[in-house]
């Protein structure tokens, strides 16, 4: 189960060729999936998904409002050998990014930030607004208060393979919302579903009661 495995250490590096996904024939990178009432799999229930990457051949994305209060970001710098400051380190908590490799982690934040490296494979540029990093130089940075201002500590990832969202999708398990950076970095996690569903204009007690009566 992911929390049984949460304080397993975290591993940040390079994407391999393999879990690197080609943008040029993406769908709905950027774009939010949001559970509807009636999602089957309980890892994903009332979950958002910020899709980091979409093509014909797979999908990638992580969870951004299931917090997981038993690891905090202290505890990841210690496993990792990071140094930290209190004076600098930010309140950021450690979000159950998805099922799929569960003890490697990743960083969806501002796409302004920059630093050292940015052209290795463990950066992936989402669009203007988002960038994902999976590499141990933004955990550097953010214990140093050099870090993005707005970001998202995840640990798995969310995957599909092919067809498989596409097939989600047309069986309406998800519905897909436009990702701004408030409602991504600002909207507590706690919120972020219902949050997602009123900028759909959509009142998810109305959905659930349409959801419970299918």
Request: glycine share 10%.
């Amino acid at each position: 189960m992911p929390l049984a495995l949460a304080r397993e250490r975290a591993h940040f590096g390079p994407m391999t060729q393999d879990q690197t996904l080609n943008q040029e024939t993406s769908d709905l990178s950027g774009k939010l999936l949001v559970a509807m009432p009636g999602m089957g799999d309980p890892r994903f229930a009332h979950a958002v998904v910020f899709l980091c990457a979409h093509d014909a051949e797979q999908a990638m994305g992580l969870i951004i409002n299931k917090p997981m209060p038993e690891l905090s970001l202290w505890e990841m710098f210690e496993q990792l050998g990071i140094t930290a400051g209190a004076e600098v380190l930010p309140n950021l908590p450690i979000c159950y990014g998805g099922p799929v490799e569960q003890g490697r982690g990743f960083v969806l934040h501002e796409a302004q930030y920059s630093a050292d490296g940015d052209s290795h494979a463990g950066r992936l540029e989402v669009n203007d607004d988002f960038a994902m990093t999976a590499t141990l130089d933004i955990l550097d940075d953010i214990a140093q208060g050099d870090g993005p201002d707005q970001a998202i500590v995840a640990l798995g990832y969310a995957g599909w393979g092919r067809g498989q969202l596409e097939q989600e999708l047309a069986q309406n398990a998800w519905l897909i919302c436009d990702a701004a950076p408030d409602l991504v970095f600002t909207v507590s996690m706690p919120r972020k579903w219902e949050a997602a569903m009123a900028r759909l204009g959509i009142d998810p007690i109305l959905l659930s009661a349409q959801a419970g009566r299918a």
